[in-house]
């Protein structure tokens, strides 16, 4: 019976072969594969256990990871509430974290970077558990606050660079949502926290600032300007523009008015500079009819639309279309038919004028550090976008911008004993509704410390340019008073 | 079997059994710490206590078989006490992470039944002086192993978990018939086979190069798959079904050295495999759980294997240390996931380990039978060898994603009396056979001392067949 009895140590021998075979292939070969797949537990708690990157503004933790005696061992707490919401977004055991920082940056929080790696591999030596990076805002503490006070129960957004950097100095959208609930480990309390954020028509957790698209209504007439001075159309701010109170449109039965249902200057003619400052519609809707619609399209790529940027969250693409006819390319001049912003593309405008005509990539993180506050990544030189304008168009705009501040309609957003460039802007986007109201400024106009853009939704007055400066121009003011005190 | 290798006088090997034993022993302390120490912190306070007793209870074997069987393979009983104490390990580890300290835990009881499974084999060591004694219990053993398989079957006596109705319940005890069924039908096929062989393995007819059995002699084969499938069909457990059969089968094959009886053999469970998964939505879900276990249906169903196979990746090469990773996250992560907790903590370097030690652990039993020198011992061994190494590639073939997962325990791991009883069982027939096979052939099998019960036993061989 020996032959048999050998030939079943084969087989079983075979066997064995197949267990240590499969063993391998779980625990070596799909490590990864099995790993990274969305409902594996294990990776969850892992990433949860870990100590997560605190985000610091000014000094204080505005995310940070707790300590606590659970099984997720850390609990992520957002100090600030509300104020930091679209900014931070949250890290809930359910949902992950889809927005914000912690979505972005996750892997420098989590500790997962690849500029990390160094420090992963001491810790793997020294038994130390991997703690995250600490990541240092360029987010001016102040200015954030002045930005949500000022902005109070409206919808809307406010956002604020720093013109010569491209440091956004102050990111606020509302509504906001307080991120501590749903990063609860009661999951109950968080399950239902999320339900509310997720069903909530105002949509909350919307970075309004970076993610939500907007016609800029008058505030694009800057960016019409700027084509005009540019493609050599119009010399400077004196140079005389048509300005009737209605604009016949060709191609079409459409005209296109201005608010007041009024012309702009005698006989039917006004500068360049009284257009900007009474946001004239068929001063620009005419230079729109004769620069055509690709050199609008042109000058607004070179101040950012088109671009994707991340900052490091994702910034949606604002876009004006391409192949305008004239009616069309007379209506985007002025900020309306299809041409869509997001209030940092705007902030950009402003800024770029503000900084002699050199748009400055923005960014949101000034330096990330490790667990010990070792330096991985320092603040980054300031890297330049484009060239948006020349130097003496952009001072041209200036000056414009701040007669719209000092003799216009943005008189709203002057501060005293500075020069404050602005415009306002009041944009259509639903017949049934209140337009948006706008402002886009920097101050001071000599010396740029801080570009702002804000837009409140629904915040106009239909027929009306006033609303822009009514309503959003003051609250660019506090923004800039905020940075420049 | 030449008498020049018998004169070499063999040694005991007892000495190299202390030694590996006092290996193991560490191994399984050094584990128990090491859980304590990464889950609190601190050595347990009753490390003393429990490494004593491990100890004691270990060694006590060990001195038995100086007495009583001086002979038995020196490797066996320290395989069975590393995998008996890391699967007690294992499960002190989950008791720590579902906090059930002492007597609520499931270590405690598995404390208990390890004591009962040890004393057990002592105790089967000490009364069956030699395996062949066992040939006299050929009818009452299949008489046993019926009962016992179809035990469950028993209205209020069976248990349905987990789909299966393979348990019984007597009281307090949830008890697994299935696991001594195993060790009975053992014994009958290899009593029945030995007695059977000659008219199975030389009557039949030549077709294609392969002798085929005459019809008659089918019966036995057709009986083994009625039985399988009547566990199939009520008691919806492949996994025992396929263990039966397959043991069965070996046994009749090693019996026969006939090809022709894993064919017939390899055809009729085809057959009923078939059957069952065309007729019973629950084979069928299991199959579709084993080709794609992640998809959401298929985790909302039942993400145990998914969650198995996830733990034994997050462990990867070195493992997150034991009491450093998640196992309490799979269910059944104490029975039939034992291997993928393990492999968890210990990774796969650990995976591999455990699974070398059961290879090793089978090969001292195919070397056992090999060098016993009656049929009955070499039919027994190679078939409870068999049944350890099949039951294994069933479970952990499960867990692993080779075949199906169907709901067998880990032989010394898996948290169950049953199990822990039936498997320290086999260490003891497989330790008893295997003193017959290296103890040094009696110089004249004429005179002998009254003590020495082979030659009996061998004269008794010759009326029975």
Redesign the interface.
């Known amino acids: 019976?020996?032959?048999?009895?050998?030939?079943?140590?084969v087989?079983?021998?075979a066997?064995?072969t197949?267990?240590?075979v499969?063993?391998?292939?779980?625990?070596?070969v799909?490590?990864k594969s099995?790993?990274a797949?969305a409902?594996?537990?294990?990776?969850l708690?892992?990433n949860y256990s870990r100590e997560r990157g605190s985000i610091i503004v000014g000094g204080q933790a505005i995310a940070k990871s707790v300590p606590v005696e659970d099984q997720y061992r850390f609990l992520r707490t957002y100090p600030q509430g509300d104020l930091y919401s679209q900014v931070t977004g949250f890290y809930s055991y359910q949902v992950g974290a889809p927005y914000g920082l912690e979505h972005a940056s996750d892997d420098l929080l989590s500790g997962d970077s690849d500029s990390l790696f160094v420090r992963r591999i001491t810790d793997l030596l020294t038994g130390r558990r991997t703690a995250g990076a600490t990541l240092e805002l360029t987010i001016n503490a102040k200015a954030q606050k002045a930005a949500d006070d000022a902005l109070g129960a409206s919808k809307g957004a406010v956002v604020a660079l720093d013109p010569k950097t491209g440091a956004i100095l102050a990111m606020v959208s509302h509504p906001q949502y307080d991120p501590n609930p749903i990063s609860s480990h009661d999951l109950n309390k968080a399950a239902n926290a999320w339900e509310k954020l997720s069903n909530d028509p105002t949509k909350p957790y919307l970075n309004r600032t970076i993610n939500q698209l907007y016609p800029p209504g008058s505030t694009f007439k800057v960016v019409t300007a700027a084509a005009a001075l540019e493609t050599g159309l119009l010399s400077d701010e004196n140079s005389e523009v048509p300005g009737p109170a209605v604009l016949d449109l060709p191609l079409t039965t459409a005209t296109l008015p201005n608010e007041n249902g009024r012309a702009c200057g005698p006989n039917n003619k006004t500068t360049l500079i009284h257009a900007l400052e009474i946001s004239c519609n068929t001063a620009f809707g005419s230079l729109g009819l004769e620069l055509g619609g690709e050199k609008i399209r042109a000058q607004a790529a070179k101040f950012g639309f088109g671009d994707s940027l991340t900052i490091p969250m994702r910034v949606s693409t604002s876009t004006v279309p391409p192949d305008l006819n004239a009616p069309q390319a007379a209506q985007s001049a002025i900020g309306q038919y299809e041409v869509k912003t997001t209030p940092l593309q705007m902030a950009m405008v402003a800024a770029g004028i503000a900084n002699q005509g050199k748009v400055m990539t923005p960014y949101l993180i000034d330096s990330v550090r490790s667990a010990n506050l070792d330096v991985i990544e320092s603040t980054p030189d300031p890297v330049e976008l484009s060239q948006a304008t020349s130097p003496e168009t952009a001072s041209t705009l200036t000056k414009m911008m701040v007669s719209v501040v000092d003799n216009g309609s943005g008189v709203r957003a002057a501060i005293p004993g500075v020069k404050v460039a602005g415009k306002t802007g009041t944009a259509q986007h639903d017949p049934g509704k209140p337009p948006h109201a706008w402002f886009i400024s920097f101050a001071p106009a000599n010396d740029p410390q801080v570009a702002v853009a804000v837009v409140v939704e629904d915040g106009g007055v239909t027929g009306s340019e006033i609303g822009g400066g009514r309503v959003a121009a003051p609250i660019a003011k506090a923004v800039m008073e905020a940075v420049l005190k | 079997m030449t008498t020049t290798v018998e004169q070499l006088t063999p040694r005991t090997r007892r000495n190299s059994e202390l030694g590996l034993l006092v290996l193991a022993i560490g191994i399984v302390l050094l584990a128990w710490v090491t859980t304590d120490l990464n889950r609190n912190g601190t050595v347990p306070a009753n490390i003393i206590p429990i490494a004593g007793g491990f100890t004691v209870l270990v060694l006590s074997v060990h001195v038995v078989l100086r007495w009583k069987a001086a002979y038995a393979d020196p490797v066996l009983l320290p395989i069975a006490t590393v995998l008996n104490g890391l699967g007690l390990v294992m499960i002190h580890r989950l008791d720590l992470a579902r906090g059930k300290l002492g007597t609520d835990g499931d270590a405690y009881r598995q404390i208990i039944w390890t004591t009962l499974g040890v004393a057990l084999a002592i105790a089967v060591i000490i009364a069956l002086r030699d395996h062949r004694l066992l040939r006299r219990y050929t009818y009452v053993s299949m008489a046993v192993g019926f009962v016992l398989l179809l035990l469950p079957l028993v209205p209020g006596l069976g248990q349905t978990i987990n789909g299966s109705q393979i348990w019984i319940s007597l009281g307090p005890l949830n008890f697994q018939p299935g696991e001594f069924a195993k060790i009975a039908l053992a014994i009958f096929f290899a009593g029945y086979l030995v007695q059977t062989r000659d008219v199975l393995s030389l009557a039949g007819k030549r077709v294609l190069g392969f002798t085929f059995p005459r019809g008659r002699d089918l019966g036995p084969i057709l009986v083994a798959w009625l039985l399988a499938v009547l566990i199939l069909v009520f008691q919806k457990d492949l996994g025992t079904a396929l263990l039966f059969f397959g043991l069965f089968v070996a046994m009749l094959y090693v019996a026969t050295e006939r090809v022709s009886w894993i064919a017939i053999g390899l055809l009729l469970f085809g057959v009923a495999v078939f059957f069952a998964l065309s007729a019973f939505t629950h084979f069928q879900k299991r199959v579709d759980l084993w080709l794609d276990p992640f998809s959401p249906q298929n985790l909302e169903r039942s993400n145990q294997l998914a969650n198995g196979l996830w733990g034994m990746a997050s462990g990867g090469l070195t493992g997150t240390g034991l009491g450093a990773g998640r196992p309490w996250l799979t269910s059944f992560a104490e029975s039939d996931f034992i291997f993928s907790s393990l492999g968890e903590e210990l990774g796969l370097f650990g995976s591999v380990a455990i699974l070398v030690l059961y290879l090793i652990f089978c090969e001292r039993g195919v070397r056992t039978a090999l060098g016993v020198r009656d049929g009955f011992g070499k039919l027994l061994a190679i078939g409870l060898t068999f049944s350890v190494a099949f039951q294994l590639f069933i479970v952990i073939g499960g867990v692993t994603r080779v075949i199906p997962l169907t709901g067998l325990t880990t032989p010394f791991m898996s948290l169950g009396g049953s199990s822990l009883l039936a498997n320290w069982v086999i260490v003891a027939l497989l330790l008893r056979i295997s003193d017959q096979a290296r103890r040094p052939m009696p110089e004249i099998p004429v005179g002998v001392a009254s003590d020495d019960p082979s030659p009996a036993e061998v004269t008794q061989v010759v009326r029975m067949s």
């Open positions: 019976m020996n032959t048999p009895i050998r030939r079943i140590s087989v079983i021998a066997l064995f197949a267990l240590l499969a063993s391998t292939v779980v625990q070596f799909q490590v099995l790993g797949m409902a594996n537990k294990r990776t708690l892992d």
